[in-house]
């Protein structure tokens, strides 16, 4: 019985040495008897698969580590990516809001001359195709908010507000010239065309615009409004 005892107590004690061993020991271990030249191929083979296949696992492991990590990255991207994007709409849709609000001020006659001018110099700031847009079509209708542009062509140019606020955002600005054609879909004054012959122009040089003049009237033929504002803005454009 006493024997027994001590067999049992052995046997525990080198379960738990074996429990309690990591596998850092384990794999110095299997390494250390796979280098021992005191052992001879047959004795070393057993640790060598032993530490083969346990640096094997270790590899798996950090490659796992290492996609689950790169996963979490990913999904964090993604999220951000989400965010962003929702953020994006909120924003464009708080700025419709705003340019809203600032193209009502802007029209409201009984508002001081002040007031609308400053509504305008927003709208000019936003920057988008339809506060653009809008400048454009207003060429003609919001006037004399503000005094006539220091060293301009003429003092015609100054009682245009909005055209006033268009020119520093036309140089170089491609992308002027479609929503130009949009607002030239309606019927325009004389006064009107000519500050649009103007920045036509000026977006490049003359000769760009009287070529993008004559694609877009190779392009509409059904259009007699906005034929008739091209062909005129043509005149106006060879004439200066």
Known sequence: ???NKIIVGTLFVFCCFNVGLTQDDSLKYWKKQVFDTSLTMEQ???FALKWRNAVKQQGQKEAQRIQK???KIIESQRRALDSL?????YFKKMNDSILMSLKAMALDTAIQKEIRYCSLEKIASINTPEAFSFLLDNLNTITWLNEPISGAEDEFHGGFSCFKLILPNIQHNWKLYPLINLTLHLVKNEEE???IAFI???ITN???ALQAIEFYLDQEQENQILINNLT???ELINQN
């Open 200 to 202: 036509y122009k000026n």
């Open 1 to 3: 019985m006493k024997i």
């Open 44 to 46: 070393r083979r057993p």
């Open 193 to 195: 065309l000519d500050a």
């Open 232 to 234: 005129k803005i043509k």
């Open 69 to 71: 990590e790169q996963n």
């Open 206 to 208: 003359k000769n760009i």
């Open 85 to 89: 994007s929702f953020l994006s709409a």
